[in-house]
């Protein structure tokens, strides 16, 4: 395995800091992915920014005058959410369609979208899921707990993960059910074929801290799958075959082999920090930020055997 680096940048403004969203890659396009500006900035400066991952290029951007928590991407749009707003933007040139004011729930960090005229919208620990109409700018609300994650099952339907269980909520029936307890998690991931990665932390076999990844086969639950890290993890990232664990603490970045159960690679980089949870990665892409120059650096992993 080898390191690279593919780019450097100077950002206009600081693109980190408490509820700033970290860098988002476009489900629709890979070669774009959108950063916020953040802690640092004039009000009057901050914008979302649409950037080249193959060369850092700023693309397109959006006067937010706030930092930007999330954001939701649809085919031909994407909706920003922000402190106390949320902004529909043309996905192409990030012009914007129609901002709400209007009863929006404050501090969002998830967001899920029926296709229609409904966000699902939570804070990582707000306790409460967020049902937002787009048309009457009217919010329901059902008590949750915390949020780790929502994802879109049909129209109808949302996972939601609350950091001990798995939930399905019936958009319809305004209705939550438990499908599945699980051991307690503070990050969350489902893959392309429907299985549910969960990062936990705690004592392991032999009493020591450190972290385990129980993936389950479905979002029903399951027999699932323990994997000990043997290293405390913040954050990490999921290959698109999920053969491929990309695991984050601080300057720090593991590669470990699921099919093959070890870790087969590891990189410290100095100086540089990322985010709030570390080093951020889209797939196989890294993404360093050095914050005291606001420079941002795209890397990328090297198989050297392929």
């Known amino acids: 395995m080898e390191l690279y680096k593919k780019w450097s940048i100077h950002m206009k403004n600081n693109i980190s800091g408490g509820g700033v969203m970290p860098p988002v890659l476009d489900p629709f396009d890979p070669a774009v992915f959108y950063v916020s500006d953040g802690w640092g900035s004039y009000y009057s400066s901050m914008r979302l920014r649409k950037l080249s991952a193959e060369t850092g290029e700023e693309l397109a951007s959006v006067l937010t005058r706030d930092c930007t928590r999330c954001v939701h991407i649809e085919k031909d749009r994407m909706f920003a959410v922000l402190n106390k707003r949320i902004l529909e933007l043309d996905r192409s040139d990030l012009s914007v369609r129609r901002a709400y004011k209007k009863g929006v729930p404050q501090y969002m960090d998830y967001a899920g979208f029926n296709g229609g005229d409904t966000l699902l919208l939570m804070n990582w620990n707000g306790g409460f899921l967020n049902v937002f109409d ?20 049909n129209e109808n339907s949302f996972l939601v ?15 939550l059910i438990k499908l599945a307890d699980s ?21 392991v076999e032999g009493g020591e801290i450190s972290s385990q990844l129980v993936i389950y086969p479905s979002a029903s639950g399951g027999t699932p799958r323990k994997i000990i890290l043997e290293e405390l993890i913040q954050n990490f990232a999921l290959s698109q075959d999920e053969t491929r664990l990309f695991l984050i603490r601080d300057n720090n970045i593991w590669l470990y082999s699921i099919p093959e159960e070890r870790m087969i690679f590891h990189n410290e980089f100095e100086g540089e920090f ?14 360093t930020y050095r914050w005291s120059e606001k420079k941002l650096t795209c890397w990328k992993i090297v198989d050297q055997a392929l």
């Open 134 to 153: 787009l048309n009457t700018e009217n919010t329901r609300k059902k008590k949750v707990d915390t949020c780790c994650g929502i994802w879109k099952e």
């Open 274 to 287: 990322a985010f709030e949870d570390g080093l951020y990665m889209l797939h196989e892409t890294i993404f």
């Open 183 to 203: 051991e307690p998690f503070t990050k969350c991931m489902l893959g392309p074929s429907g299985q549910l990665y969960l990062l936990c932390k705690g004592p």
């Open 161 to 175: 993960l609350n950091g001990s269980a798995i939930l399905r909520y019936d958009l319809a029936e305004n209705k």
